[in-house]
């Protein structure tokens, strides 16, 4: 096709009208539009082949309106075009590629391919995820271990791909660490020149060797780390023998613009106590067996306001707290375990070993999480140690190990634990505090030291000892099919003839088949009184709860316990301890002042409870907020729970009804991050199938 061209003087002539192949009387405009739009211009270009010729070319807008070809738009107006993107190798056009050495180097001599190296590997085989890095590490081959360049190649290849790499190549080192066996001597060559003969180092003499050969192997990873020296003191610790803390070394690297405690000895180190994760779930880490290598997470990346309860660097430096501590208050501070602060605990009470009572009395304060509090179980142990006081008849009963643990009240209120203990004579106690996460392998957890000045002179054993379930509904009381109770704490003061309720909503697996029974006992001086009149205890079924009423019968300090038993296809079951409260009588407790419309408020809300009808309760509430009844009443707050039960029935059943896949969605997460989640475990799993089903519906439909 030839080009517009024009006169080569300097004077300006008219622009030509340009036409496809020269051809008259063809426009490259569609049909019906105009042939020269607003906001046209013209330009003029100089074209290399045609000498002086000048070429000019009329564009409108911003595009040339001549590309050398009809477009399709043009030759069918009609037809509604849109360009499609096109993306990684264009298909429109054919290139001819060499597909054998011989179209590249015809008739000639081949040239010799490029040989790798041995230590070069497939790009494949390049680790892709976090998961992938710390299973190589450990699966290493022992064949790596002849020199540190080889074992750093192969544990940290891919490292550099991931968001942390710093923290990868930290973790993936000490990893690899945790997996030598090292539980009997090794023969060989014991010194750092090579990883393998640090191993045989390391199975010599493990407690100092850790941190100076993980120094070693985080220098040659390139990581900044320090190797710190310090005491260390031991679960079997005692204040009056102090050679019991003993000498010991830990890392310590700089990660994220701060340095962070790692303690090697005991990160490769197996625990006695297997009822804990040993290696975090995350990105697809599978934790260990209980017969393989272990990484007890908890000492990698310490808090080290956590880790200064077990470690006392010689330098205050490395303490990397605000306030260093003197070795004094070191020594003073009570003997934790790392299940403690794995298990989601604190105390809030005195941090102190050393616990001195106030007229006899000592009491302990330890929290948790709210996620957790209902997923484990503690126990206590008291025992005397020492008497300082004159023993009596008395006296000489209540100090016998089974009646010392009945002086002490384990409370349980929503997320808090309180340890209340009365002292019957002078001397020393001991206390240990113990956990568990199912209720059979219990482990110590925290040890304190009691010093008693002064008994408490009106020691009253408690009918029973609950042990683990002790007094507040809690992880027995779930195990037990009782969910969500209106009462939340463990201790109750109550008046005479006052009538005190309590309601629990029934897990649904067990609502057919469970049997509930509640018993009231008191101690007097010689014997264990039980009542039998003025307790009723209903099992609704239909409503999924059970609502229990005990009459107080007198004054003094009583147990209410709540046993569960479900009958399974034999006749006989057992009954199982779900749940205690303890009621103390005082009289100096004035009576709770309500107005009538209070008194009425309240009243509505029970028959609405008693009802079991969405409306109903929500109507009573609103009733009770405007009557100024604090929205933390444990009625109200009763209430509002059975009503959000209520709520999110109603709400499963119409999703699993109608079927709309944004609904399932919504749904779905809406129930499983709710506090109701194991209440709703079946209607999650049906909401899941059916969510797959409708993607797929949507996909292949």
Known sequence: MGNASGSTNNTTTPAKKLTPTRREGKSTMPRGKASTPGGTRTTTRRNDNSGDKEEDIRYYGNTPSWSGRFHRAYLYPFFKYHPRPRRFRDHRFTVKTATTVSD?????????????????????????????????ARNAPATIN?????LMDYLLKGAELTKQPDLIKIRTVIIWLSRQDVTSPLPGKADYDTPANGIVKLSNDTQFEYSKFLSILYEKAGIKSVEISGEFKPLSYDPKDKRNCVETSWNAVFLDGRWQLIMPYFVCTRRKNLWLTSEPMINGVSKDDEKGHVFNYFYFLMDPRQSINWFFPAEPKWQLIKRPLQKEEFLDLPVYRSEFFELGLKLESENSYHLHSEEGRVRIDISSTEELSDEIYLWFDIALHTIHGKHSPVTQKLTIHDNLQKLVAMIKQ????????????????????????????????????????????????????????????????????????????????????SVFRLSYVIDKDVVENIQVTCTLAQTEETKVKEYNDGIHCTVDRQRQCVDVQVTIPGEGVFMLSIWTSLQRTTKTSISKLACC??????????????????????????????????????????????????????????????????????????????RKLANVRRMLSQVAQSRYAHYFREEISDLQELKEKLKWKQKYI
């Open 414 to 497: 929503k997320h808090n634990w309180m340890f209340q203990m009365t002292l019957p004579i002078e001397g020393e106690y001991k206390v240990t505090i113990y956990g568990s996460v199912n209720g059979d392998d219990f482990g110590p957890i925290i040890k304190f030291q009691l010093h008693c000045d002064k008994r408490f002179d009106k020691c009253s054993m408690f009918p029973e000892d609950p042990k683990e379930v002790g007094f507040g509904p809690g992880l027995a009381a779930k195990d037990g099919g009782l969910l969500f109770p209106s009462r939340s704490n463990g201790f109750y003061p109550v008046r005479q003839q």
């Open 104 to 136: 590249v180097f015809p008739e000639q001599n081949y040239p010799k391919p490029l040989v790798a190296d041995d230590e070069d590997e497939d790009i494949d085989d390049v680790p892709r995820s976090e998961a992938e890095i710390y299973d190589r």
């Open 581 to 658: 409260y303890l009621l103390i009588t005082n009289p100096d407790i004035p009576p709770t002042i309500e107005t009538r419309k209070q008194r009425e408020a309240r009243e509505n809300l029970r028959q609405a409870l008693e009802a079991g009808t969405l409306d109903g309760m929500e109507s009573a509430i609103t009733k009770c907020v405007y009557q100024q009844i604090p929205l933390e009443d444990e009625e109200i707050e009763h209430a509002n729970t059975r009503s959000e039960i209520l709520r999110l029935s109603r709400d499963i059943r119409f999703t699993l009804e109608y």
């Open 146 to 150: 002849d020199s540190y360049r080889h």
